[in-house]
Each structure stands twice: as C-alpha cells, then as structure tokens.
C-alpha cells in the first residue's frame, strides 16, 4: 500500500475518485487552463479511441489528425534524425 493510500483517508480524501473514476466530457480538468497547442476535443476523442484498444497511425508517416500542434505551436513533424544532439551528453557549469 502506498503512502498517500494509508495517510489520505484519515482527511477524507478518497484517492480513487482523482486517480481512477469515470470522468465525462464536461467536466474541468485540472490541466485545463494549460494550453499544450492540443485541442480538447482532438483529445478526448483520442482518449475514447485508447479505451477502446483503437489503434491510431502515428501522423508522421500518415495523414494528419488535426490535433492542432503543428499549427498552433508552428512545429515542423520531424520524419527522421536530424543530426543534431537532443540533450547534452554532460552537465554544463
């Protein structure tokens, strides 16, 4: 048992209802002031596919899904390497 399972009970918090309950398309999410550049509707969408075992194609090699990135965060999908170090090999002082 994890802690915040023995210690959370004894306030009244019932950590299955914030971890692991149904939750409807209306509801305010608490992440929903951010804005990721993905549109919620794309995202719930893609949610429901992932709870029906709904596999999606991964839209670099596939036609676009509209899920408002690329536009909104003017990205460019990346279809191979590029060359170029992702992180550093080495804390930088």
């Known amino acids: 048992m994890k802690c915040a399972e023995r210690a959370l009970p004894d306030f009244g918090v019932d950590v299955d209802w914030y971890t692991t309950r149904e939750r409807t ?5 608490p992440w929903d002031h951010l804005d990721s550049g993905l549109d919620k509707d794309w995202l719930w969408e893609d949610w429901q596919d992932a709870l029906d075992e709904t596999e999606v194609d ?8 509209d899920c408002g990135v690329c536009p ?22």
């Not at 991964?58 to 899904?65: A, E, G, V």
């Not at 909104?72 to 804390?91: F, H, N």
């Open 25 to 29: 398309y209306e509801e305010v999410l």
């Open 58 to 65: 991964d839209c670099r090699w596939t036609p676009c899904f």
């Open 72 to 93: 909104a965060m003017q990205t460019e999908i990346q279809v191979g390497p590029t060359g170029k170090k992702l992180l550093p090999l080495s804390v930088i002082k």
